[in-house]
């Protein structure tokens, strides 16, 4: 049996079933290695760097209240669990703050940079209109696209979170695709950037 204290040699399936049983060490292990994918996830579809950090400390607390109710299945990895309660969090959050407040440029400057390093000022502008053309969009089509873009879950993954089959997922993704290519005129940009 693996040393739980090294994060990465337990799997996620064995930290929650050690978690049903009350391992506190194991819900530490789990929150240290899910956080900042679940905060990331989180913070793309509120645009809320403060009530993301609320809403990721709510799914984990979600995870350890209710660890009964996972169980391991073949298209239910944790991941995949951990998302799907982190988006219904999300959902209940949308319903309840309507219209949801956008951030400021100069609040936009002081999130600290993702894990992709921009290669230079022009790449981070797109990256910064897609963004902002990605909050546009409708909520079921937006978490799609970032489940599957910047979540890197699997279409059948992301269709698990959303509660959907995945070609209705993947016809959310290309219904948001497109509508992302008209907002942005995406050969437009594209075209001024190479």
């Known amino acids: 049996m693996p040393f739980l204290g ?23 292990t789990l929150v240290d290695r899910h956080l900042t994918p679940l905060y990331n996830f989180i913070y793309r579809i509120l645009n809320h760097p403060t009530d993301s950090e609320d809403l990721v400390q709510d799914t984990f607390l979600r995870v350890w209240d209710h660890s009964q109710q996972w169980k391991s299945r073949e298209n239910a990895t944790v991941s995949t669990w951990l ?22 440029e100069e609040e936009m400057e002081q999130i600290p940079a993702s894990t992709q390093i921009m290669d230079s000022l022009q790449e981070l502008e797109v990256s910064r209109e897609v963004e902002k053309a990605l909050q546009d969009l409708p ?14 879950l699997s279409n059948q993954e992301a269709a698990t979170v959303l509660g959907i089959t995945v070609s209705a ?7 948001g695709r497109k509508t992302l290519r ?3 005129q995406l050969a437009d940009l594209l075209g001024e950037v190479s």
């Open 169 to 175: 997922l993947e016809s959310l993704m290309a219904r």
């Open 139 to 152: 909520t079921r089509q937006k978490t799609a696209l970032v489940l599957c873009y910047y979540q890197d």
């Open 83 to 104: 998302h799907k309660i982190a988006y219904h969090l999300c959902i209940d959050y949308l319903r309840r703050r309507h219209p949801i407040d956008y951030l400021s």
């Open 6 to 28: 090294d994060k990465f040699a337990a799997t996620d399936e064995t930290l929650m079933y050690k978690i049903q049983q009350g391992d506190e060490q194991a819900f530490a």
């Open 182 to 184: 008209q907002k942005l």
